[in-house]
């Protein structure tokens, strides 16, 4: 099970990002799907997530208002719409999926990179 995250970039403050995820190999389905993102120096860090059928997304303080998450849990593919971006952005941002509800988070790929520069 490996997930690829794509559509990382370099904006100024306040621009915005789409990033997509999905299987790195054969499909899957998800119990929930989360991105993550590690800054430089620091751990990494769940950022939003959404349930199978794209209703109880939950996101961190930081990026509500401004971060949408959506997917389909069917085929473990998601998508986290970045707008009013912020330099604190800034970081490594992986997808990962929940298989079952007391499972772990897995599926880490490569992740993709977010710069935003002020």
């Known amino acids: 099970v490996q997930l690829q995250a794509s559509g990382g970039g370099s904006v100024q403050t306040g621009g915005s990002l789409r990033l997509s995820c999905a299987p790195a190999g054969r499909t899957f389905s998800s119990y929930r799907m989360g991105w993550f993102r590690q800054a430089p120096g620091k751990e990494r860090a769940l950022v939003a997530s959404?349930?199978?059928?794209?209703?109880?997304?939950e996101y961190v303080d930081s990026v509500k208002g401004r971060f949408t998450i959506s997917g389909d849990g069917a085929k473990s593919t998601s998508t986290l719409e970045m707008n009013s971006l912020k330099p604190e952005d800034t970081a490594v941002y992986y997808c990962a999926t929940k298989r079952d509800p007391f499972g772990a988070y897995e599926g880490w790929g490569q992740g993709t990179l977010v710069t935003v520069s002020s």
């Open positions: 959404i349930g199978r059928t794209s209703r109880s997304a």
